[in-house]
């Protein structure tokens, strides 16, 4: 069996230094330098625990809002085409390659209805 050369952070090969991938779902890890397998106590911790907590329904809703509640960014003059709103907020977000053009996020003040166009 090979020596353990290094005294090394967590993530990385003791045998080698070469850093490790990640955990694969069998709790282990091969170095691709050295090839020596590892077990998850290789990483620092031998469990991990996860809590997620999700938003409330009554507190993501959109319906929620009040009607005269300020929009969510800049304002344009544009029809929404379910309740016949004429003004709706947008964003921009370069999705596409840089010798693309933006896409355009407009939600309506009203309804919040949301949709998307590339310009």
Do not use: W
């Not at 850093?19 to 694969?24: G, H, R």
């Not at 779902?25 to 991990?48: D, H, I, N, Q």
């Not at 809590?51 to 960014?73: L, M, R, Y």
């Amino acid at each position: 069996m090979e020596k353990e050369i290094f005294v090394t952070e967590p993530g990385f090969c003791p045998c080698c230094g070469a850093i490790l991938p990640d955990l694969k779902l069998s709790g282990g890890v091969t170095c691709y330098t050295c090839a020596k397998p590892y077990g998850p106590e290789v990483f620092g911790r031998m469990e991990m625990k996860y809590t997620i907590h999700f938003n409330s329904p009554s507190a993501s809703s959109v319906n929620t809002k009040k009607k005269s509640a300020e929009p969510d960014g800049p304002t344009v003059d544009r029809k929404c085409p379910v309740c016949n709103n004429d003004k709706m907020s947008y964003a921009t977000l370069q999705l596409r390659s840089a010798d693309e053009g933006q896409t355009v996020f407009y939600t309506c003040t009203k309804c919040k209805y949301k949709e998307t166009e590339n310009s």
